[in-house]
């Protein structure tokens, strides 16, 4: 290792670019990263062609940060293409390791998707009802956009993946546990996570009580919290006992109830079930009347649970209208 | 190593085999992976049955055994100990239910065989994740604890005490002795209630090995089978029973009167009282709702009287805590208030009562000291027996009470017996089946006494004619003979409904139990369990689980009682090994399942900050597996992965 630098590709597919902001995020550790590795693929950063990657050698690469969901026909051809040339695949954010909010687009599909994007939203000037087409004849030419699908899938959906960097974005100090352990090489048995084991309540210092109970469910908005006292407790929808941990808790600490970044907890079939089933369970309404009002004050339970984890949850998608 | 897997599908006689083609079902089992063998029999649980288990599990070296037939509350633990027998864990068996979920319910013999399929292919699929797990045993408390001193409890109480078994009996009246003590005579013998019901009473109060505490109820229950801790609530009786030598002078002596629970409201008795003269205990109580002293602040009549000086005025309610390894509930019954039933003239006419109030009239101890009479303090000329009063009637309870018919001849045969007055019965169905009953039933028909098939409508004092003036009306179809009978009366009475205990709800939470839909509560087994519960270590006696007469009540104590002792002759009990389990690496002390366990089988390791599963009180219900938001809890032998692979069977056939 210590004669020949490490070589590095990050990519972006379906994905806000925060995954790559976060990357800068480390600060002047950036540096260090460089020195230990060149850095043959940044879209973001960088200026690169698709011909630059077709012409390396299988397993030229050292490690690839993936981040994003793959959702069209692109994304999927460079997540494949860059599986044969890299030996280490990550994961890399939310979006990669669960599908993350893009995800929650399986709660629909292309045709409504495109009927709402370029047909009504608020902001959509569309008078013609143009919509993108894969394929268009032009004097010059064809011209292709790459095929949308009807479902968001997580990289490991997709291809065979080593190593999980969860968090929406990675926090720099996750960000440089992977790193670190990649350039040291010393990185756990592949399938690992590169985040804690227990649940984001085990690192959050807000006081628990003995029996949990919730009176009413609230948005952060509705109530100020005692800074004290465990959000879920107060009623918010803390996902932190149904999220793995690794991230420090670092919402719950300001005020925020944890939105789950860092996903399912291991061994979790269904993180959005996992929480909501707590949180039910320890709704303190005794009669069906007051379960059916509180729980309706729970707006948008399927955003709300499955926030980051939707493809990869059992539900993984809603039923498709055909 | 990969799972070898045998499945054996019954044909139960044709309960299954008549609607499944069981041999098809042999035959696709054959074809799946890690079926080594697979074949049908008659009857699985037979020994053959059971022997070709054991046979095979040797020979084809099966380490996972599906038996597809009855549902597993049938024969689970059958085929369970004979994997065991053969030396195989015996939680690598799974069983298939295609009975009641398959052939009972289905006709197209053709569609039943598919899903009897779909079902033994979902056993595999779940076989195959099986894994070994390890029974433990507990001891079990030698002490039982029966609750409810009626007739059934006390009869179950002797016998355990005699079988030389501790026995603590929770009443919570003043007097052991339950409903039978009111009763007067007994169908069919017409023997004295009191007198066959009180040498049982002394002598269980008297028993060394029974703890008897009146007055008292049972508050919380935890614990399981062999090891149940009961928090009793002894009230306050202001009489301390060590002194009292239950002379009866305050009895006397005290000048409030209140109305009489064990005389149904006939007369008073007064604030320091027993509930009848021959209770057990013997020892009065005050009542602190009417003494005088406690409403108005001074008066201690009695206290003046009393030589021994046995009055306590400070005492307070105790709580008592008992260790026991069996339960017996016996709370019996409650009867259906007949005023509810405002067609009958229940509390509008003073002279219709209720059965239990014609006890009480005719009982020596009685307010009328035995004589019938009406409210006016005369003789009937005419009396008018109503049966089934809020029973088999889909407005009221749809059941049959079960012992009005009979009391209902018995109280016939005194009114013929002790007065002048023509007796008419209002029957739909006479329902007389035990020992006896006929043969006392075709008595009565000698005895002069007017059978009106047909179920009385109403009761009314409105007069039709100058016959019914100043009388009762009773109205009935004679269904017999196709027309509508007025018939003036002077007293009616209502055989109203047997129903549960009004606290019958909260009574089966403490213990565990549920309810059926009459309300009673639920055994076991309808048929072959009648005297247990869904919870083991907690049985039934007597009437609190249906109507029952006096001689089905004793031999349901008995029963109960007999199953309780085998219990704790045992010495100790298997408990469940299906439990949940908590993953310590996983949890992260949330505590979100802390309160949602209904056995309070879950506690907290405060120093290592995660939960804790005491599996000897866990029956792998499964709620906190569901509820733990950290998928830090396994339900061992239920587990997800077991659960997924028969969700994904179903759908791959
Ligand atoms: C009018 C009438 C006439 C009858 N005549 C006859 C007859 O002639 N022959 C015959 O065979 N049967 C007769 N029966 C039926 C008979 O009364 C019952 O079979 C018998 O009483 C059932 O006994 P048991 O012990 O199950 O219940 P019960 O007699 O009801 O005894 C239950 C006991 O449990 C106590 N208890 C209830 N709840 C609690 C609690 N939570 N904690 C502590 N203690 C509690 C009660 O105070 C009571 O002492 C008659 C019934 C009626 C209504
Ligand atoms: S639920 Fe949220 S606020 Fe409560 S302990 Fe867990 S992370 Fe902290
Ligand atoms: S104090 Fe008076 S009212 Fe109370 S029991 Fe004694 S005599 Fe009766």
Redesign the interface.
Known sequence: MADKKLQFAIYWAASCGGCDVAILDVNEKILDIAAAADIRLWPVAMDFKYKDVEGWADGEIDVCLFNGAVRNSEQLHLARLLRRKCKVMVAFGACACFGGIPGLANLHDRKSIFEAVYGYTASTVNPEGTTPQPHLKVPEGELTLPVFFDDVYSLSQVIPVEYYVPGCPPTPDTIMTAVTAIVTGSLPPPGATVAS??????DCKRK??????IKRFHRPFEIVPDPEQCL?EQGFTCM???SR?GCGALCPAVNMPCRGCYG??????DPGA??L???T??LAASDDATVAAETARLLDPLGTFYRFTLPVS?LGRAPKAS | MEPRVGVFVCHCGTNIAGVVDVARVAEAARTWANVVHAEDYKFMCSDPGQAMVKQAILRHKIDRVVVAACSPRMHEATFRKACAEAGLNPYLFEMANIREHCSWVHEDKQAATLKAIDIVRMAVAKARLLEPLETRSVKVEPKALVVGGGVAGIQAALNLANAGIKVVMVERQQSIGGRMAQLDKTFPTLDCSACILTPKMVQVAQHPNVTLYTCAEVEEVSGYVGNFDVTIRRKATYVDPDVCTACGICLEKCPKKTTSEFEEGLTTRKAVYRLFPQAVPGKPVVDRESCTYFVNGKCKVCERFCEPKAFRWDDTDKVVHERVGAILVATGYDLYDASALGQWGYGRFPDVITGIEFERLNNATGPTGGRILKKDGTEPKSVAILHCVGSRDRNYKEYCSRVCCMYSLKFAHLLREKTAATVWNFYIDMRCFGKGYEEFYNRLLHEGVKFVRGKAAYVTDQPANDDEKGRLVVSAEATTLGEVLRVPVDMVILASAVTPQPDAPAVARRFGMSLSPDGFFMEKHPKLEPFSTATDGVYLAGACQGPKDIPDAVAHGAAAASTAMALISRGEVEVEAATAQV?E????????C???CPYAAIG?DGPK?VATINPSLCKGCG?CV???????IVGRHFT?QQV?AQISALFAG
Not at chain 1, 264 to 269: D, E, K, T, V
């Open positions: 084991d227990k649940s984001v309540c085990h628990k009580s003995d029996k949990p109970t879920l932190g006992s149904a941990g399912p907890m291991p061994g979790s079939l996992d929480a089933a707590a949180m369970s320890i059992v | 993953t690496g996983a949890c992260s002390g949330c505590k979100v802390q309160d949602i907290f900050k709620t569901a509820t733990c938001p950290s998928s830090a997800d997924l």
